[in-house]
């Protein structure tokens, strides 16, 4: 009976590895990996709102909120490609490449 309870409890530690155990080994490239979601995490969040507050800037119509409008859509814009280099999204990274070239023509535009 005995052999019994304790070839379970063996199967269940093989089936859940980490099932009660506090201390995991985490690799190098993990800790690596999880420190660099979790920067991409804040930038994603602060770019979107960002990028909402300029949307709402440009929607009230306003002419002289125009500066604020793209000086906020560019922090965002590079923001979000912060995320895409990190993530290595081609797609991500061709869209906010461009949009921020867009953007930035339009500051140096303002200027003069």
Not at 26 to 31: A, D, I, L, N, V
Not at 50 to 72: K, Q, S
């Amino acid at each position: 009976m005995w052999g019994v309870i304790s070839q379970k409890r063996s199967v269940k530690a093989n089936i859940y590895p980490y099932f009660g155990r506090k201390s995991v080994v985490e690799t190098t490239k993990q800790r690596k990996e999880r420190q660099k979601e979790r920067i991409a995490w804040y930038i994603k969040w602060f770019s979107s709102i960002t990028v909402m507050v300029a949307m709402a800037i440009r929607a009230t119509g306003e002419p002289e909120l125009a500066v604020y409008d793209l000086y906020l859509s560019t922090v965002g814009i590079f923001g979000w490609l912060i995320v895409s280099l990190l993530w290595k999204d081609r797609a991500l990274i061709l869209l906010n490449g461009v949009g921020g070239l867009i953007l930035l023509s339009g500051i140096f535009k303002s200027f003069i």
